[in-house]
């Protein structure tokens, strides 16, 4: 049922498995050039160096982690602070195709739990798996009291970054009835045009990924199957790397947001997200 972690847990298995060619080779002499004319000369070598001869095997390296030299962009949504500065989130800014506010509080639950700490705790989540991982993570923003920054200064950040990929994390204010996570995609509009195809690549694992390993449903109210192309945010009409925003639930319906709430819930989002990112990068099928 976990069938993309499995593809995840598979990929690190053989990169722990494989020792990438590291133990064949024990008896290579030293890459460094200064190391092998010592060697070759007979250059007397302080006593127990790793160099000396017949204890010239190199210890084997351990294998890369899969997304070694990967760097992941990772945008929470809003930020704590925004409630604080209506003088500052009004401000207008340029999305690409027109002016809109420069941020917005985001929506809430019920009890009060804000999107913007929901989004900060699973970028956090993210964060962690994606170091262990191996890879290099950018965020937009450290806490959940500051304020802003704008949705252009966001996919500045990660533009500027060169993320092999992106993902923008919110969660939705829709209908009180409404349920489940919707992926948002990018629409050509010039700046974009050369990541609207592996986002909407990267937007298909996003979605095969929540399906399979979060109890998540698609939205009932927005998009078709999971999925719907956006050309009215700064996020996707900006961006020069692949990115997709995710509304991971509906935070006004009683049921999202009782697992929106739940840290169990967003470790799995990670996870989940996670598992997609290496579907995308390393290759394998979705
Ligand atoms: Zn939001």
Not at 148 to 154: A, F, I, K, L, S
Not at 187 to 193: F, L, M
Not at 202 to 231: C, E, H, W
Request: hydrophobic content about 40%; aromatic content about 4%.
């Amino acid at each position: 049922m976990h069938s993309k972690l499995s593809v995840a847990a598979a990929i690190l298995a053989a990169a722990l498995a494989c020792g990438c060619g590291a133990a064949t080779r024990p008896a290579d002499p030293p890459a460094d050039a200064s190391g092998t004319a010592s060697a070759a000369s007979g250059a007397v070598v302080p006593a127990g160096s790793q160099s000396s001869p017949g204890n010239s095997a190199p210890s084997p390296s351990p294998p890369a982690p899969p997304l070694a030299g990967r760097v992941i962009g990772i945008d929470p949504g809003h930020n704590g602070g925004n409630f604080s500065d209506p003088g500052y989130i009004d401000q207008l800014i340029w999305n690409g195709r027109a002016s809109e506010t420069c941020d917005t509080t985001g929506t809430e639950a019920a009890s009060g739990f804000t999107e913007a700490s929901f989004n900060f705790d699973v970028a956090t989540d993210l964060r962690a798996d994606l170091i262990a991982a191996g890879a290099t993570v950018v965020m937009t923003r450290q806490d959940n009291t500051g304020v802003g920054p704008c949705v252009t200064t966001r996919a500045q950040i990660i533009n500027s970054a060169h993320a092999d990929v992106a993902i923008d994390i919110h969660a939705d204010g829709g209908p009180t009835w409404g349920r489940g996570f919707t992926v948002l995609e990018p629409v050509a509009d010039g700046p974009n045009d050369a990541v609207i195809s592996s986002s909407a690549q990267f937007g298909a694992d996003v979605r095969a990924a929540l399906l399979q390993d979060t109890s998540m449903p698609k939205s009932n109210y927005d998009g078709v199957d999971g999925l719907i192309s956006r050309d009215d945010l700064a996020g996707l009409n900006l961006t020069t790397v692949p990115k997709v925003i995710v509304e991971c639930g509906n935070m006004p319906n009683a049921t999202d947001a009782g697992l929106l709430v739940s840290g169990a819930f967003q470790q799995g989002l990670a996870r989940a997200f996670t598992a997609a990112i290496m579907v995308f990068l390393l290759g394998q099928p979705g």
